[in-house]
Every structure is written in structure tokens, then in C-alpha cells.
């Protein structure tokens, strides 16, 4: 299986700030690396596919970027809707894996 | 606008068989795209339990792969999951959603909490 590894686990943050979180496959890829924010309580929601490709109603404060082994989810400017846990999940091959997530919180 | 939603017993005894049923709206699975579970144990991550192609064709995660049936009813569109000799450590949320492809994003159910004990 292909170990996918985010870091941070977790970090504060204010609002305005610029967070960037970053994920790594143990293996290559290619760019098959969707993102996913996840509130409590929630279904996580598609933000990010194709390790760039923003997901359609998704606002463009958040970007990815990355290929091969080394993927980053950006967050332009935080606002409190976006304080979550975020996942990142390779779709490259089966079975399909997913970071430990990273827990974005209030500073 | 396409819709998932799970159904299903919440409570499930230890060594039965849970069985879990999405019903999608909006989209015809026929179509086209993958039809996948998830679950999330309570306070923990995402794994995938395995997915389905419109015509049948499955793959599953081989941790799971012993006691998990994935089925398609295009009629019905709707697909189901069937986990065999549960334990407390198959308590989770689970989740139905229809998987990534080259042009868009997965799209997932609200989920569905599935606790397995006597």
C-alpha cells in the first residue's frame, strides 16, 4: 500500500494568515492526489483533484500543487469557515489511501 | 445536483453481517464513474474499504478484502456494502460517495454511524 504522510498533524493559525500543508506518498503518484476538508460532525468535501484541479463551487483561496511524491495544499488567506481537518488521498493505486489529516485551529 | 445517502442498521451485534445500502439522485450510475465506501472510526482517520464500476467490477482494500461484498442494482441506482464477522473495531461512520475521475472531485453522503456491539 502507499503510505501517504501530512504534516503538520496540526497548527493554529490566524485569520488573514497564509497555511500551507504538505503531503508525501511513499511512492510516486504521478499527479492522482485529491485534497478534502472535513468539519466536525461533516462529510469531508472534495476541494482538490488531480493534485491542482480546483473542485467546481470551491473558492480560489485554495490551490494544490505538487507531482510525483511531494504534494502542498495552499489556503491564501484564512477565514473561519476554513478552520477543519484536512486530508490529502492518492487514487494512483488500489487500494486507494489517505493521510492522517491535518487539524487547522484557531490561534 | 447529485446526492448520495446511506441506510442501514445503526447497531449491529458482534460476528453478524453489516449491510449498508446509497442511494444516488441526480445522476445515473449507470453513466459512468467508480461508487466507492469509506469509513472513519470515531476520532480517527479516512480508510477505503473499496469501490465499484457500473458493470460490477470491484476492487477492494485487501485489509478488508475477506469480508466485504461491493454490489451495483442500476435499477434501483443504488450500490451496497456487505462486511462480514464484524467486530468493535468495524465501529465507524460510513461513508458512500462517487469517486474521483479525470474531471471532477469525489462527491460523498452525509455518512452514516454504524456501532457494533451486542
Redesign the interface.
Known amino acids: 500500500d502507499i503510505q501517504m504522510t501530512q504534516s503538520p498533524s496540526s497548527l493554529s493559525a490566524s485569520v488573514g494568515d497564509r497555511v500551507t500543508i504538505t503531503c508525501r506518498a511513499s511512492q510516486g503518484i504521478r499527479n492522482y492526489l485529491a485534497w478534502f476538508q472535513q468539519k466536525p460532525g461533516k462529510a469531508p468535501k472534495s476541494l482538490i483533484y488531480a493534485a491542482s484541479s480546483l473542485q467546481s463551487g470551491v473558492p480560489s483561496k485554495f490551490s494544490g500543487s505538487g507531482s510525483g511524491t511531494d504534494f502542498t495544499l495552499t489556503i491564501s488567506s484564512l477565514q473561519p469557515e476554513d478552520f477543519a481537518t484536512y486530508y490529502c488521498q492518492q487514487y494512483n493505486s488500489y487500494p486507494w489511501t489517505f493521510g492522517q489529516g491535518t487539524k487547522v485551529e484557531i490561534k | 445536483q447529485v446526492q448520495l445517502q446511506e441506510s442501514g442498521p445503526g447497531l449491529v451485534k458482534p460476528s453478524e453481517t453489516l449491510s449498508l445500502t446509497c442511494a444516488v439522485s441526480g445522476y445515473s450510475i449507470s453513466s459512468g464513474h467508480y461508487w ?1 465506501w469509506i469509513r472513519q472510526p470515531p476520532g480517527k ?4 474499504i473499496g469501490s465499484i464500476y457500473h458493470s460490477g467490477s470491484t ?5 478488508l478484502k475477506s469480508r466485504v461484498t461491493i454490489s451495483v442494482d442500476t435499477s434501483k441506482n443504488q450500490f451496497s456494502l456487505k462486511l462480514s464477522s464484524v467486530t468493535a473495531a468495524d465501529t465507524a461512520v460510513y ?1 458512500c460517495a462517487r ?2 475521475s ?1 474531471d ?8 452514516t454511524m454504524v456501532t457494533v456491539s451486542s
Do not use: K
Open positions: 466507492g482517520g479516512l480508510e477505503w476492487y477492494y482494500n485487501p485489509s461513508y469517486e474521483v479525470y471532477s472531485g469525489s462527491l460523498w453522503g452525509q455518512g
